[in-house]
């Protein structure tokens, strides 16, 4: 058993990918494409998703860390499972020979794999009480390791130490408990995960908003920039037009405009 797969096997898993990967083989989104999504709705993420074929890659209902900011990055994906006795043990072997010390909490083995505008996604089944995934001290060493935040389909503990952290960071959750985290095995790392009712793969691009959490595919990611881009640009076409007078709301407000409107916001655009 391994913790996480190894190269080929996350080459495999992501083959629709053709672009940069981290050593370990898992998707790297550009840098540049995650920016453009920072500016993206949900709306115009599930919109394009839908188009392209991917319409359950969203999750709501979550309460959230630092609402202000909006969550964007790359998924490390994490899965936990009800605690046996025989496979922690297979997993405790495997983690020393991949490297994490036995005295640590599987949770923190996840924490050291992030990088840089990464995001830890955590499917912990829903579990709060003794699911606590990140306190304000992981919290913290996942704020200072990447600067982003998290997903976690469970709990949290030291709530008002996670609200502390600076630095754009926000950390999505069911529920806050005092409980640390216990009862649980970590079955792997960077395997598809099931958060809500959408499926995570590693290297997805998680988009968190004061709506949810949309997750959207590695490869999908500079469609769904660019289609939040086009809408932006026309959204500010048709109030400036409606502003102006020059055309009526119903001619606006509409799911593809006339030629006559099509042919003045492409002028527009240009200018």
């Known amino acids: 058993m391994r913790i996480e797969p190894t190269k080929d096997a996350l080459c495999e898993l992501t083959e629709a990918w053709r672009g940069e990967r ?24 599930w919109s394009a998703l839908h188009e392209a074929g991917y319409p359950r890659q969203f999750a709501g209902g979550w309460c959230r860390t630092h609402p202000e900011n909006v969550l964007v990055g790359r998924a490390v994906t994490a899965q936990f499972v009800p605690h046996r006795p025989d496979l922690d043990a297979v997993v405790v072997a495997a983690g020393a020979r991949e490297g994490h010390h036995e005295g640590d909490r599987q949770n923190s083995w ?12 955590v499917d912990i ?24 935040g998290a997903v976690i389909d469970g709990g ?3 709530l008002q130490g996670l ?46 908003t004061e709506t949810g959490v949309s997750v959207i595919p590695a490869q999908l990611a500079a469609d769904v920039a660019a289609a939040s881009e086009d809408t932006r640009v026309r959204d500010a ?11 009526t709301s119903a001619q606006i407000d509409v799911a593809t405009w006339s030629e006559e409107i099509e042919a003045d916001f492409q002028q527009w655009r240009q200018s």
Request: charged share 25%; proline share 6%; glycine share 16%.
């Open 22 to 45: 981290f050593g370990s083989g898992r998707p790297r989104v550009p840098d540049e494409v995650l920016d453009g999504l920072r500016l993206a709705t949900t709306e115009e993420a």
């Open 110 to 121: 996840v924490i050291e794999l992030l990088e840089p505008g990464d995001v830890l996604v």
């Open 125 to 148: 089944f829903g579990k709060v009480v003794e699911g606590t995934v990140v306190g304000d001290n992981l919290g913290t060493a996942v704020a200072s390791r990447i600067g982003v």
């Open 156 to 158: 949290v503990r030291d």
């Open 163 to 208: 609200r502390r952290l600076g630095g754009g960071v926000n950390f999505f959750y069911r529920a806050a408990d005092p409980t640390p985290i216990r009862g649980v095995t970590l079955a792997g790392v960077n395997l598809p995960i099931r958060i809500g009712d959408a499926t995570v793969l590693p290297g997805d691009v998680v988009l968190g």
């Open 237 to 247: 076409f048709g109030k400036q037009r409606l502003a102006e007078r020059r055309y």
